[in-house]
């Protein structure tokens, strides 16, 4: 980065006041029908919701990155009303009627996006003004923590050609914004493979390779060794049943890469949902 463009980077922040820091989440959403169902894991975001205000700070502005927007190079929604997407199907009626209306926040995402840099070409963020929204990734979580929907929202997509080095990179950039008021949620699963789904099996019935791979992350992220998750691949045959595409598993990078040095994590949600997504959630701060 040149010294002019640090300095840009350095005053668009100036817009956004400094707050008590922010804790970073990451949460398994697994299922959409979690959005509106009475179960366990609805209920944990709700009670999770509840605690804002109390044990931490009202965000001022809720920053998502879900597994569900990729893009080439790196974007942040920046429309005033970011639409409510039902990005699935073969669901039932009352899930395509949800609506989740918080507003957008259009010049904290263009203070944000100048602030931020691209890992592979070291420009500012790119801004959609109009095409994405807020994505199930995103809303069938945060309606259940904050189903006043008075809090804005913004996306961030990931780049799914780069590599996941590069998306823990930026994640560690969304550090500073932790201390402006802004929540970071990463949402998506820590395995998650459709094709192996098995509907009718319990919360604590999962594949063999499910709970090896779960358990590796969820020691990475228990010791401390957060870099070390960029690197999940390496566990080969493993991964590759975990995650036959990986885009559920990149939103940790992201919040791991926002945690800061000597943060303690706190795990909920450690079960399966059909045997072979982990709903495993993480909060640290």
């Known amino acids: 980065m040149t010294q002019i463009a640090e300095a840009a980077s350095l005053e668009s922040l100036k ?3 400094f707050t008590p820091r922010m804790p970073v989440l990451f949460l398994g959403h697994g299922s959409p029908m979690n959005a509106i169902e009475d179960n366990e894991y609805r209920r944990s975001w709700q009670e999770l919701g509840g605690q804002f205000g109390k044990k931490w700070p009202t965000p001022r502005l809720v920053l998502c990155i879900s597994a569900h927007w990729l893009s080439r190079g790196w974007w942040l929604t920046a429309m005033a009303k970011p639409k409510t997407i ?8 009352e899930l395509f009627d949800q609506q989740y209306p918080a507003p957008g926040a259009p010049e904290a995402a263009r203070a944000i996006g100048m602030a931020m840099r691209q890992p592979d070409t070291h420009k500012p963020l790119a801004l959609d003004e109009q ?3 807020l994505d199930h990734g995103t ?3 945060l309606k259940p923590m904050f189903p006043q929907a008075d809090i804005p929202v913004i996306q961030l997509s990931m780049d799914y050609g780069r590599p996941p080095a590069e998306h823990y990179a930026l994640g560690q950039q969304l550090r500073a914004l932790r201390e402006r008021g802004v929540l970071i ?3 998506g699963n820590i395995v998650h493979n459709l094709r192996a789904m098995q509907r009718t099996v319990s919360s604590d019935q999962a594949y063999d390779w499910a709970i090896e791979f779960d358990r590796v992350i969820g020691e990475h992220i228990a010791q401390g060794r957060l870099d070390a998750l960029s690197g999940f691949q390496s566990l080969g045959q493993v991964a590759q049943m975990a995650h036959p595409t990986h885009e559920h598993y990149l939103p940790l990078l992201y919040a791991a890469g926002a945690v800061q040095p000597g943060e303690a994590p706190q795990s909920f949600n450690a079960s399966f949902q059909g045997a072979s997504i982990s709903m495993r959630s993480v909060i640290w701060g």
């Open 86 to 93: 039902h990005d699935f199907g073969g669901f039932p009626q």
């Open 185 to 187: 949620v990463g949402s």
């Open 139 to 141: 809303w069938s979580v």
């Open 15 to 17: 817009s956004l006041p």
């Open 131 to 133: 095409e994405w929204g």
